[in-house]
């Protein structure tokens, strides 16, 4: 039996389907794992079903300032419901069927887009495997490169640190962290992304839950938090999302922190056996990464799908 779509104007239509999404799931699971936006209600959700079974579903909106272009984020329960339950990004190759389901969802996404007037349909990696693919078979050529993942290469535990390295200092987040240091982390955080944050938030994300944490704070010679980064820890692999940093910390600041943090996995989870480090478009970042010998081993990137009338 074929993928079918259907098309739902309820701005809450994420909350249903999430719910039926993470039905059977024995624990408590967030409502949705579409992540919001900086714009108003989604114009149209879009919605995969095969034989009545639930596929997945895809949010379109209007895209910020620009208001010929429209953005979609996409979800696949298949890949959502093993991420609740390991606890991390899934790391498998993706199935044909999940492939189709993604294609079915763009093109949806695209047609209602099309209808509404819009020009053009603009995504972001949400599973990079998945997203080239879908991308290559609608012809939507990578629209801008976003930043980059560097693997270190080899064992973790024969990786060796570079030659004069600068001598800084870093304090482990304790955990739980107190009131004090989650509002700090949310002043920090709104600074460095020039997104509000409430430490609440910020302590839901740094939240040692079913994966293992390493969080580094990299302070000044007065103690001031400059930078900080997390580790997440699945199976013999480490991973870090990004690197925050004030604008005056500089790239042998980010190697000492870095080369801390890897001495910090050798120490506590001797399993690790690679890290990964995704590097948002920072030059600072990545003559860190470049001098500590980690080489780029993926791209995350936007596509951009004309729309034709």
Known sequence: MGISVE???DPTADVRLAEEMYAGLAEALPESDIDPVDVEAPTC????????????????????NDKTTAFVQWLLVSRARERALCGH????????????????????????????????LVWTDTDRSLDAR?????????????????????????????????????????????????????AFHAEVTGQAISPEEVADRLDDGPLPLVTLDLLTSQGELSAQVTAVIAEDAAFVEGVLRRKQVGDEQVTALLTELI???????????????????????????????????????????????
């Open 7 to 9: 098309y739902d104007y």
């Open 89 to 120: 990004n899934v790391l498998r190759d993706p199935t044909g069927e999940e492939t189709d389901a993604l294609v079915r969802l763009l093109r949806g996404a695209a047609e209602q887009a099309r209808d509404a007037g819009y020009t053009a």
């Open 263 to 309: 001495a910090q996995l050798r120490c506590d989870h001797p399993q690790v056996a690679l890290l990964e480090v995704r590097e948002l478009d920072d030059p600072v970042v990545a003559r860190s990464l470049n001098s500590m010998a980690l080489q780029i081993t993926g791209h995350w990137r936007s596509y951009r799908l004309p729309l034709q009338a």
């Open 45 to 64: 959700t879009v919605v995969a079903r095969q034989g009545g079974r639930l596929l997945g579903w895809a949010q379109v909106y209007a895209a910020v």
């Open 134 to 186: 879908a991308a290559a078979e609608l012809g939507a050529p990578s629209a801008e490169d976003l930043g980059r993942y560097w693997t270190t290469s080899g064992q973790l535990a024969d990786w060796r640190a570079p030659a004069g390295l600068l001598s800084v200092t870093t304090r482990r987040m304790p955990q739980p962290p107190d009131d004090a240091l989650l509002s700090v982390y949310a």
